[in-house]
């Protein structure tokens, strides 16, 4: 069975690793210990090789790909943290924080469905009622509360969209970029980024191409790992040594020889065996 993920790859990083595998074989050209691509193995089969090897492949990085997830996950901390603030919070003045800009919240989001309701009630009441004749009196009250439900809905709606605006031009107004100096926690990601990346290629894929190449043995339909070599890590288990029959001399074979049995002495019936 194929090992088709590294245990300690995240998902939203094996794009990333893919990515760096395609850019290796295409500038393969620029280094010399990948001139011999294209004689024995193209590069869609190394690349099928090395796809099949994530797991060889990327541990050879695990030390600054754990640094680079701590960093990441810790970056995101804050930013779920003021997620939450920016909706608990109506201003930046601390006007109304807490639960009344929680009750703010509630209130806008339910009175145009509230009053849309109590509308479409009344209006609906209201032209049954005129259709009757003669028409009720209070039919002409019931109309005239509908459009004014009507026209608080329509009211409601317009508020909801505004605050929603202003909220969003608030919140990316004091986003910070990561292209920004002062965006520190973004630059040290940055960094633990490109320290992942540089180690991943010159200590896990380049190698494995490099030995994918010399090694003779390597079925790029298997898709199996070459030989580890160098500084390649070793798979942690192997397989068992089977030889043929006519290898490593003549062994000495089991001998098998058949009880003996001999039938009792049977004689008259007077006759007593010895």
Excluded: C
């Excluded at 026209?151 to 909801?160: E, M, N, P, S």
């Amino acid at each position: 069975m194929h090992m088709k993920s590294a245990p300690h790859l995240l998902t939203e990083d094996r794009s990333e690793y893919e990515r760096l595998l395609d850019d290796a074989l295409r500038n393969a050209h620029e280094r010399p210990e990948l001139a011999g691509i294209g004689q024995r193995l193209n590069a869609e089969q190394l690349r099928t090789m090395a796809l099949n090897a994530t797991a060889i492949i990327t541990a050879a990085a695990a030390t600054e790909y754990d640094h680079f997830v701590q960093v990441r996950e810790e970056s995101r901390t804050p930013s779920r943290l003021s997620a939450i603030d920016s909706v608990l919070s109506a201003s930046d003045d601390g006007t109304a924080t807490g639960p009344g800009a929680g009750l703010g919240v509630v209130v806008t989001v339910l009175a145009p469905v509230l009053a849309g309701t109590a509308a479409v009630i009344f209006l609906l009441v209201g032209y049954l009622l005129k259709v009757l004749d003669p028409a009720p009196s209070f039919a002409d009250p019931l109309l005239a509360a509908g459009w004014f439900f009507a026209a608080v809905t329509a009211l409601g709606i317009l508020v909801a969209a505004i605050g929603l605006l202003i909220t969003a031009l608030r919140n990316s107004s004091t986003q910070v970029s990561a292209d920004e100096p002062g965006g520190e926690l973004p630059d040290e990601i940055a960094r633990a980024r490109e320290a992942w990346r540089h180690a991943l290629l010159e200590r896990g894929i380049m190698p494995f191409l490099r030995d994918a190449l010399a090694d003779p043995s390597a079925d790029p339909a298997s898709g199996a790992p070459p030989r580890p070599v160098g500084r390649m890590p070793k798979v942690g288990y192997s397989g068992p040594d089977f030889s043929s029959p006519s290898e490593g001399g003549a062994a000495a074979r089991p001998t098998f020889t058949s009880p003996d049995f001999t039938s009792p002495d049977f004689g008259g019936p007077g006759h007593q065996p010895d």
